[in-house]
C-alpha cells in the first residue's frame, strides 16, 4: 500500500476544530492508501511556552513530509503579526509556495448575498512569495507625529514569470481558457507594468488563452455584479488576498473556502489550508464549519495524485451542501457526515 506523510498544523482558534474534521474525511476517502500524520505543536500556545514561532528544527522536520494540512495561525493574546509572519509567511516563503490556488465554485443550493448570480467557477492563482509579504519596509520616528512607515511590495522578473506560467497552463487546461490578470498598473507603475509585460510576453507560449486586464478596484465590482466571467485570475499576493476574501462571500461564505499553496518544482512540500484564519470569535464553541478544510483537503488528494480520492471528498461536499437544512451544525457534525459520505461512496474492495 502507498502511504501519505502528512505534517499537520493545527494552529490556532478554529483551526484545531477544523482540522479534526479534515483528517477524519482524508482517512475516510483513501482505500489502500496509509495516512501517516505528524502533528506539529506550532502557534500561540507554542509561543506562550517558549517564545518560538517556527524553528530551523521544525522546518527541516516539515520539509521531510509528503504534504502539509494547516488550520490556522493567529491569536489575539499574541501581537499581531508574530504568529502571520513568524509561522504562516516563513512556511510559505522557505517552502516556496510561490502558487497560492484559491479556487472559487458555486455549489448548488449554496445562498449567497448575490441572489441567483448563475455559474461560478474560477481560480485565483495568488502569487504566494512576494509582494508586500516579504517585509521590505522599515518605520522611523515610530510614535512621533512624524512617523515614516514603509512596506516595500517587491516583485522580480523571476517570480512575477513564474507565476504567471503556472496560470497560464491552468488556464489552458480549462474549458474556458481565460486569464484574467488583476493589478492596479495605473498606480502602481513600476509592478504593474512588469506583471503586464510579463503577461503579454508569456501569452505568445500559450496562444489559445485568451488574455484580459482589470485594475483591482474594478476587480471587485464585477466579482459582485458579474463573477461568471472569470476563470483564472492571477494577482499579486495582496490583491490576491483581499480578492478571494471577496470572492469567498460571494459564493457561499468562508465556511466553504479552500486552497493551496503549491511548490509547483516540488522542492518542498506543498500546504493545504481554508482560506480563513483562527476566528476567535466562534473558537472552542463548535460552530465553525469545517468544509473549507474538507474541500483543502480535497485540493491536498489532488495534488498527491489521488484523483478519485479527491472527487469524492468533492461530490460529498456538493451533496451535504445541496442537503443543507436550516438548523445548524456542530463542526464534528458536518465532519461525521462528510466522512461517512466519502467512506460510502468508496468502491467496493
Ligand atoms: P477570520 O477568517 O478568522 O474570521 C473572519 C470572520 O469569518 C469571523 O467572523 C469568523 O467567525 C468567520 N469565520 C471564519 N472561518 C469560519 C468558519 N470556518 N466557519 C464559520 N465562520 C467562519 O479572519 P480575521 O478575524 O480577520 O482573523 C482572525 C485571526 O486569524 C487573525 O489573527 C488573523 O491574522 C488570522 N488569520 C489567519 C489565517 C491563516 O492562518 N491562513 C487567515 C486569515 C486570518
Ligand atoms: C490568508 C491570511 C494570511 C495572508 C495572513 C494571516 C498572513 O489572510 O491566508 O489569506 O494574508 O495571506
Ligand atoms: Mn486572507
Keep these: 500500500t502507498r502511504t501519505i506523510d502528512l505534517a499537520v498544523i493545527a494552529g490556532d482558534g478554529i483551526g484545531q476544530e477544523v482540522v479534526a474534521e479534515g483528517l477524519k474525511v482524508l482517512d475516510a476517502a483513501l482505500q489502500d492508501v496509509t495516512v501517516r500524520t505528524t502533528p506539529y505543536d506550532l502557534g500561540a500556545a507554542r509561543w506562550h511556552r517558549t517564545g518560538e514561532t517556527l524553528t530551523d528544527e521544525d522546518l527541516a522536520a516539515i520539509r521531510q513530509h509528503d504534504a502539509i494540512l494547516l488550520g490556522a495561525v493567529g491569536d489575539p493574546g499574541v501581537p499581531s503579526g508574530v504568529l502571520e509572519r513568524g509561522l504562516l509567511l516563513r512556511l510559505r516563503f522557505e517552502l516556496d ?83 484574467t490578470l488583476v493589478h492596479k498598473h495605473n498606480v502602481l507603475v513600476h509592478a504593474g507594468h512588469l506583471w503586464r509585460r510579463t503577461v503579454e510576453r508569456v501569452n505568445a507560449e500559450f496562444p489559445d488563452v485568451t488574455v484580459d486586464y482589470l485594475h483591482v478596484d474594478a476587480a471587485t465590482i464585477f466579482l459582485v455584479t458579474d463573477p461568471g466571467r472569470f476563470d483564472v485570475i492571477v494577482t499579486d499576493n495582496l490583491f490576491g488576498d483581499i480578492i478571494t476574501d471577496l470572492a469567498a462571500a460571494v459564493t457561499g461564505g468562508i465556511g466553504l473556502a ?50 478519485d480520492a479527491a472527487a469524492r471528498v468533492e461530490r460529498a461536499v456538493a451533496a451535504d451542501i445541496a442537503g443543507r437544512g436550516t438548523t445548524p451544525r456542530t463542526t464534528s457534525e458536518v465532519g461525521d457526515a462528510l466522512a461517512a459520505a466519502v467512506a460510502e461512496a468508496l468502491p467496493a474492495s
Design 258 to 307: 479552500a486552497s493551496g499553496n503549491v511548490n509547483p518544482d516540488g522542492t518542498a512540500p506543498s500546504m493545504f489550508e481554508p482560506v480563513h484564519g483562527s476566528a476567535p470569535d466562534i473558537a472552542g464553541q463548535g460552530k465553525a464549519d469545517p468544509t473549507a478544510t474538507v474541500l483543502s483537503v480535497a485540493l491536498l488528494l489532488a495534488h498527491l495524485g489521488h484523483d
Design 97 to 179: 509556495h510561490y502558487v497560492n490556488l484559491r479556487p472559487s465554485k458555486l455549489f448548488p443550493g449554496v445562498v449567497t448575498p448575490l441572489g441567483d448570480p448563475g455559474e461560478i467557477d474560477f481560480v485565483v492563482v495568488r502569487e504566494g512569495t512576494e509582494g508586500p509579504y516579504v517585509g521590505n519596509g522599515g518605520a522611523i520616528r515610530v510614535g512621533t507625529p512624524h512617523e515614516v512607515a514603509n512596506e516595500v511590495s517587491v516583485n522580480t522578473a523571476f517570480g512575477v514569470e513564474r507565476v504567471v506560467r503556472d496560470a497560464f497552463s491552468r488556464a489552458a487546461a480549462r474549458p474556458r481558457k481565460k486569464l
